[in-house]
């Protein structure tokens, strides 16, 4: 996987000392997720909706989406949809990311 070496930094030092201080939210998600480190996924999930900007709402959204059967993830879910439907710039950029995608 192609993964930000400062997220995994970011992991790891938690792991180590249980503080957990990094910018990029979705990634560090990502890798509590894969590592199975509920901890640091509640962290993360509780975290996320302030790190919301219209560059990464996308990447949020498509991160939140494949994580919601995590507990701590499924909470904020209805949290992230009230952000975005209160927001329409937001709306927009997650929108325009989808993926296209063709019937057979």
Not at 56 to 74: K, P
């Amino acid at each position: 996987d192609d993964v930000d070496p400062s997220a995994v930094e970011a992991v790891l030092k938690y792991a180590y000392t249980c503080i957990f201080e990094f910018g990029d939210v979705a990634a560090a998600l990502t890798l509590a997720h894969r590592y199975e480190m509920p901890k640091l996924v509640a962290i993360c999930a509780g975290r996320i909706l302030d790190a919301v900007t219209i560059e990464n709402v996308a990447d949020i959204a498509a991160t939140m989406n494949v994580y919601l059967e995590h507990e701590e993830v499924a909470k904020v879910w209805p949290k992230f949809l009230d952000i975005l439907g209160q927001d329409r710039e937001l709306m927009d950029a997650v929108v325009r990311n989808v993926k296209t995608f063709r019937r057979a």
